[in-house]
Structures are given as C-alpha cells and as structure tokens.
C-alpha cells in the first residue's frame, strides 16, 4: 500500500542551524511533492512544490531536494528562528492538479530553541 | 473572499446526533476538498468536488457522512448519527487546477 514516512519524534535545533526533515514514501509515484507548515490550532499553509523532474527548489531560507530514485524528499530552514517552531507536513499528489487529493504524512514538529 | 472561511469553530455533539459543518472556498476555486484530522495525526482525505460535483469520495464513510457544494451556497459536510470516533479536526481547502491547497482552520468536532 501507499505510504508516507516522516520523522515522527519531535526535532529539537538551536537558533541560527540548518534543520533538515525527511520525507519518505513507497508504492507512489507522485507528480509532485509538496511541503506545508501547520500552527497550533490552525489549518495547514503552503511553502513549497516541487515536481519530479525537478531535483531542488529554493525559497528564502528554506530549500527542498526531491529524489524519485530514493523515494526521499529534505527539507531544509537555513538560519533557523523560534518563529520557525510548528509542524511541517509533506504531500504527495498523484496528478498535476485539479481534484486529486493530496495525501499527507503525520507531519514532523520542529522546535528551534533560542 | 481570499480565505476559505470554515464554521462553527467547534462543535459538540452527543453521541448519534448529527453534526453538520460549513465551509466557504476561496472565491473562484473550483475544486474543494474535506480532510480529517484525528488527534494531530495524518489528514485522513474525505471527499473532492469539481464544482458542484463530486469527484472523489473514496475516504468517506458512507453510511453516516455526505457532503454536498452547491451553487452559491457554502459547502457542507454532514455527519449523521455521530460516533465517539468521530471526533476530530475537519479541515476544508480549495485549489484552483493548478495552485497548492488553501485550508481553512478547521472545525474542532467532539462527540460525547
């Protein structure tokens, strides 16, 4: 069956690192991965897409590799703030748009501690 | 409006009564979407329109749940005869054919 994999243990990093999450999946071949950060209390926003025949995206200080050979996705936050403390979810989408639900991982709670 | 606007914020029912939640997509959004989150685990996907039509229901519980968007009206996500399992987050979103999902902020629901 279809599955998503991120790290689900809560990841601590100190102000000013580079935190990076993992993505993994099996049985997909997604046309695209997307990556989403979730507040407390609120629903999920969007940050990143990148499609498979791309191999990184950058935006500010975040950055995301896509590895259709590993079936892996990082996600990187350069210069890491508190402000970048929530829960980060990956999500893969089957097709390129339209009604096809994405499918989403359990999410990784990132914790950047000044 | 550019928000998908989802009501009420929480809801509380008891077990086997009906639950009915709202959500208004962001203007000009053809697609909507409803997620359900247990717990702050995984989005469990429910339902996708086109429109006013249903596109994929295959995560919905048929026997107690229907959603239905209709033309100049919210869309509607109804739970008949609740379940203590049932409470969760239910989350709306709404995409044009090729933006990333818009999500509302969800509608807590708890079943006693």
């Known amino acids: 069956s279809q599955k998503i994999e991120q790290n689900s243990e809560a990841l601590n990093i100190q102000e000013g690192k580079t935190a990076t999450l993992t993505c993994n999946y099996t049985?997909?071949?997604?046309?695209?991965l997307q990556w989403y950060r979730q507040d407390p209390g609120r629903g999920p926003v969007f940050l990143l897409l990148i499609r498979e025949n791309e191999k990184e995206k950058r935006k500010e200080r975040l950055k995301v590799t896509f590895d259709t050979t590993l079936k892996q996705s990082l996600f990187h936050i350069t210069a890491s703030q508190p402000a970048d403390s929530a829960t980060y979810l990956c999500?893969?989408?089957?097709?390129?748009?339209?009604?096809?639900?994405?499918?989403f991982g359990k999410g990784t709670h990132l914790i950047i501690q000044p | 409006g550019e928000e998908v606007a989802q009501t009420p914020k929480h809801l509380v029912r008891g077990e086997g009564q009906k639950a009915k939640l709202y959500c208004a997509p962001i203007?000009?959004?053809?697609?909507v979407f409803w997620y359900q989150q247990v717990l702050k685990n995984e989005f469990k996907f429910l339902i996708s329109?086109?429109?006013?039509?249903?596109?994929?229901e295959t995560g919905m519980p048929k026997e107690r749940f229907s959603a239905k968007c209709l033309p100049n009206s919210p869309c509607s996500l109804e739970i008949q005869a609740t379940k203590l399992e049932d409470s969760a987050v239910y989350f709306c979103?709404?995409?044009?054919?090729?933006?990333?999902?818009?999500f509302g902020n969800g509608t807590r629901l708890t079943v006693t």
């Open positions: 203007k000009g959004h053809s697609y």
């Open positions: 979103a709404s995409r044009t054919q090729f933006s990333p999902l818009h």
């Open positions: 049985n997909y071949s997604p046309a695209y």
């Open positions: 999500a893969l989408a089957r097709s390129g748009g339209g009604a096809d639900g994405l499918t």
């Open positions: 329109f086109q429109n006013e039509n249903v596109f994929d």
